[in-house]
């Protein structure tokens, strides 16, 4: 039985123990898996006839030649090679969907920005048509950055598949549950969970229950792994077992079909007779996987002062510079907050990251109000920003018990690279023109005293 304690409000309609599916533990294992018996060569990689009349294939993810410890490969038995997954490509436009470098002359990125919730349309949008580009940095052609997206999504794919040669994808539902069926097995995902699709995986998104609403962060450079733990040690944060990877699914349909290649920060389609979800059986550490947040294990002070944010990283990408990088992904989840004499909520800062958060459940504590479940806000890089006038009084006022911060959840993409807001985000998304007033009544409380304006009991005079 689950003994973990939270409260996430979309666990008493949890789909996840109602699934029949079936997933293999650990991130970064080396997986093995067949949806036939016998489908799986063992000992070798490419027999000389593969059973069932199956094609033999290796997907890399990264170079030949990377170290064995970031060296990622699987192989694939499959009914027909990839090279029958494409025909002749024609450009197509998915125009909320950007890449970057993607600079607007008239809009301006310099700023503090929130936005509210971006709405349902009415629309029939799938995964392609629903994904709306917030934020990019960095260049998508040389590999490095990120960009921001929110996937409005109300229809499924239907004969219909994608893959991204430019990205991995971190997807971080809000509202409503997807299946991603993929070449190397099935996901299904609902809020309160994070999945992670390699570049170059075939997928088709579903809708299980709509309509849907997330977040997803598009990594241009290197890929997400777990961060190093230092002197923390072997446990909590984000543990290894707990993140899942599907077993091996495969169709055999002859159909039409249509796949749709992101290259370069351009859309291209192709027509085929067939699906092309069609491994037989796999092994290999290059694959999708799924992670219930519920399971991190913060990491906090007991004593006093606040952490820097990093102890909440649930993933990083790194960067060509040490302990700087491309993109981290945080978690700000229910957790006690126990410090003596210390301001607890986030403190005020600016720094080299450009954070772009957003909120899937609950009240973040240093925005009391207006940053709601749904909306997102962004600090660019060397911009200062932190809780708000009713945050900071109630924090310098609060009673230093220990106290469960509870009924929340958000997260953070952060990167070294400045984020350009698209001219979705500046201009038709719903931002919140009055955000940047929230510090305006933060007072004075200088006065030449030590003391300042504060008397002994902790009170405005």
């Not at 291209?268 to 069609?278: A, C, V």
């Not at 790194?318 to 410090?339: H, K």
């Not at 911060?405 to 919140?432: C, G």
């Amino acid at each position: 039985m689950d003994q973990r304690t939270d409260s996430n409000p979309y666990k008493a309609n949890s789909r996840r123990n109602a699934s029949d599916l079936d997933y293999m533990p650990g991130f970064g294992n080396d997986f093995e898996t067949e949806a036939l018996p016998g489908a799986l060569p063992q000992g070798m990689n490419s027999p000389q006839k593969c059973a069932y009349g199956l094609y033999g294939e290796q997907l890399s993810g990264t170079a030949f030649t990377a170290p064995s410890h970031q060296n990622e490969r699987t192989w694939c038995y499959r009914i027909r090679p990839s090279v029958r997954h494409t025909s002749r490509f024609s450009k197509i436009e998915l125009p909320f969907w950007k890449s970057a470098p993607n600079i607007c002359e008239d809009v301006i990125s310099l700023g503090q920005y929130r936005w509210d919730p971006v709405p349902h349309s009415g629309l029939d949008l799938t995964w392609l048509t629903g994904m709306h580009t917030m934020t990019t940095a960095g260049d998508v052609n040389t590999q490095v950055g990120m960009a921001s997206h929110i996937y409005l999504v109300t229809k499924s794919m239907e004969d219909e598949y994608f893959y991204s040669a430019d990205s991995e994808l971190l997807v971080v539902p809000q509202e409503g549950f997807l299946r991603f069926c993929t070449e190397l097995g099935v996901i299904e995902l609902e809020p309160g969970e994070i999945a992670i699709l390699p570049r170059g995986l075939v997928y088709r998104v579903e809708v299980i229950e709509g309509p849907a609403r997330g977040f997803v962060c598009e990594n241009y450079g290197q890929k997400f792994e777990l961060p190093g733990r230092g002197p923390i040690g072997a446990n909590c944060m984000a543990n290894r077992r707990d993140f899942k990877t599907p077993v091996a699914h495969f169709e055999d349909r002859e159909v039409v079909s249509t796949l749709t290649v992101k290259w370069c920060g351009r859309f291209h389609e192709t027509k085929i007779g067939h699906s092309p979800l069609d491994v037989v059986a796999w092994h290999g550490n290059y694959a999708p996987c799924k992670y219930d947040l519920s399971t991190y294990c913060p990491i906090g002070a007991v004593l006093f002062d606040h952490p820097d944010p990093s102890i909440f990283t649930v993933l990083t990408a790194p960067s060509g510079v040490p302990g700087t990088a491309n993109i981290d992904f945080v978690l700000f989840r229910e957790r006690w907050m126990v410090a003596e004499n210390t301001f607890r909520p986030p403190w005020y800062h600016k720094n080299i990251m450009s954070e772009l958060m957003g909120n899937i459940y609950g009240q973040y504590d240093a925005k009391p109000q207006g940053f709601v479940p749904g909306g997102m806000s962004l600090h660019n890089m060397m911009l200062p920003h932190g809780p708000d006038k009713n945050a900071f009084e109630g924090a310098s006022n609060a009673d230093l018990k220990a106290e469960k911060l509870d009924n929340t959840m958000s997260f953070m993409f952060e990167t070294r690279f400045p984020q350009q807001l698209t001219e979705f985000a500046a201009k038709e998304a719903p931002l919140q023109d009055d955000y940047i007033d929230c510090w305006n009544t933060l007072e004075k409380r200088f006065d030449g005293t030590p003391e300042g304006t504060w008397d002994k009991a902790g009170k405005k005079k």
